[in-house]
């Protein structure tokens, strides 16, 4: 088990940018795949961005391509999110999440990661 911690949320104008972190526990990080999910109230779970063991591999959602960022430290066993140009759209609780490797190619469904993180809430204001 690898247990994940998020930080970095916050209230950010429209526009803005924001870092998020997920502080990981555990010798089977640097082995894991990790992800950003988010969920807005009263929608569903939804994938946002993924990230293989080795950092050489990722994969977004078509709305947050060219304006979200995901990357890893296996030496500080962290994982983050840059988010720039922020929307509205994009306030939500997001969540870190990892697991082992299933497949070989990128995973986007949320019961595809056995560890989650608690959550952080960003909003966007308009």
């Known amino acids: 088990q690898v247990q994940l911690v998020e930080s970095g949320g916050g209230l950010v104008q429209a526009g803005g940018s924001l870092r998020l972190s997920c502080a990981a526990s555990?010798?089977?990080?640097?082995?894991?795949?990790m992800a950003w999910f988010r969920q807005a109230p009263g929608k569903e779970r939804e994938f946002v961005a993924f990230?293989?063991?080795?950092?050489?591999?990722?994969r977004y959602t078509d709305s947050v391509k060219g304006r979200f960022t995901i990357a890893r430290d296996n030496a500080k066993n962290t994982v983050y999110l840059q988010m720039n140009s922020l929307k509205p759209e994009d306030a939500a609780v997001y969540y870190c999440?990892?697991?082992?490797?299933?497949?070989?190619?990128?995973?986007?469904?949320?019961?595809?990661?056995?560890?989650w993180g608690q959550g952080t809430q960003v909003t966007v204001s308009s």
């Open positions: 990230i293989n063991w080795n950092g050489g591999t990722t």
């Open positions: 555990g010798r089977a990080f640097s082995s894991y795949h």
């Open positions: 999440a990892g697991g082992p490797p299933r497949t070989s190619v990128p995973v986007v469904i949320p019961g595809a990661y056995v560890d």
